[in-house]
């Protein structure tokens, strides 16, 4: 599974960017698939993740303000972002959990909140 990351940018306070994650390969070998961040100096976390069957999975910072979406038929999650905070900035990397139990990371993409 190769994993390709875009969307990233720089955005002002409250303004909204889209990630997407398109996936090639073994695609109907993914189980979960989604967004972590992580922040200069800071662990790698959790922001949102999605089943193959649509169930959902968001970090309490980003409910309310992030969607996940899958399109299974073009292997791509998507994320969402609206009202974004400075605290949103990091590098997003989106990730591909396979039903045998590896999994997959794509490149980061730069999400970067400031006036």
């Known amino acids: 599974v190769q994993l390709q990351a875009s969307g990233g940018g720089l955005v002002q306070p409250g303004g909204s960017l889209r990630l997407s994650c398109a996936a090639s390969?073994?695609?109907?070998?993914?189980?979960?698939m989604g967004w972590f961040r992580q922040a200069p100096g800071k662990e790698r976390e959790l922001v949102a993740a999605?089943?193959?069957?649509?169930?959902?999975n968001y970090a309490d910072s980003v409910k309310g303000r992030f969607t996940i979406s899958r399109d299974n038929g073009k292997s791509t999650v998507y994320l969402e972002m609206n009202s974004l905070k400075p605290e949103d900035t990091g590098v997003y990397y989106c990730?591909?959990?396979?039903?045998?139990?590896?999994?997959?990371w794509g490149q980061g993409t730069q999400v970067t909140v400031s006036s």
């Open positions: 390969g073994s695609m109907f070998s993914i189980a979960v």
């Open positions: 990730k591909a959990d396979v039903f045998s139990g590896g999994n997959y």
């Open positions: 999605i089943s193959r069957s649509g169930s959902t």
